[in-house]
């Protein structure tokens, strides 16, 4: 079965320079979410999007932004990057009007380091 | 306190043990409980999804939810070495994120 997929899968930059991270949900999933997991740490909700729109915030620092397309990728765009930022960076999405609602499946992660 | 509640472990077990993982939670507007299985440097897996209260059997999994409680558990019969992973809870009320507990990290030794 088709999983998430995330892209790049390994990143390093710089501080002060910018990323882009990308995420191609499950076929005909609706919603993705997006989630940062710190070493050690479980993952914290940045932010979700449900048919192209924001549906919910969460931690998500003022520098971060994102967006779903109309083919319902998504991409998380980091500017002015921090050394805290470095961390594995999740994508998992859902079917809003599935049987099993908010059932989140995760992608294999990006994982940023920011020297 | 945390929303969710989970011991980080670790807990170690010979192969073969039944293990029991559990979480408590604070928000009684959760609804949704999953559990992830999460190996080094990987994305969570879903291993099993509870709506409300009751018990779910998948395989040598079973999930329980106590809602009145505010307690669940996952256990894992004739575990395997393969089992040996970090298991995160996972909750949410509807149209919100989950939030996950720290995770147990498990070790089955053959």
């Known amino acids: 079965a088709a999983g998430v997929i995330q892209s790049p899968r390994h990143l390093i930059k710089e501080k002060r320079e910018t990323a882009t991270l990308k995420c191609y949900p499950i076929?005909?999933?609706?919603?993705v979410y997006w989630y940062q997991q710190g070493p050690g740490q479980d993952p914290q909700f940045l932010i979700s999007?449900?048919?192209?729109?924001?549906?919910d915030k969460g931690s998500i620092p003022d520098r971060f932004s994102a967006q779903q397309f109309s083919d319902y990728h998504s991409e998380l765009n980091m500017s002015s990057l921090e050394l805290g930022d470095s961390a594995l960076y999740f994508c998992?999405?859902?079917?809003?009007?599935?049987?099993?609602?908010?059932?989140?499946?995760f992608g294999p992660g990006t994982r940023l380091t920011v020297l | 306190q945390k929303e969710v509640e989970q011991d980080p472990g670790p807990l170690s077990v010979p192969e073969g043990a039944i293990v029991s993982l559990n979480c408590t939670y604070s928000n009684s507007a959760f609804q949704y409980f999953m559990w992830y299985r999460q190996y080094s440097r990987k994305g969570p897996e879903l291993l099993m999804y509870?709506?409300?209260?009751g018990n779910k059997e998948d395989g040598r999994f079973t999930a329980q939810v106590d809602k009145s409680s505010k307690y669940i558990s996952l256990f894992i019969r004739d575990s395997q070495p393969s089992d040996s992973a970090t298991y995160l809870c996972a909750m949410s009320a509807r149209r919100t994120a989950l939030i996950f507990g720290k995770g147990t990290t498990l070790s089955v030794s053959s």
């Open positions: 509870t709506y409300s209260s």
């Open positions: 076929p005909r999933h609706d919603t």
């Open positions: 998992a999405s859902s079917l809003e009007g599935g049987l099993s609602y908010n059932e989140q499946f």
């Open positions: 999007f449900y048919e192209k729109m924001q549906s």
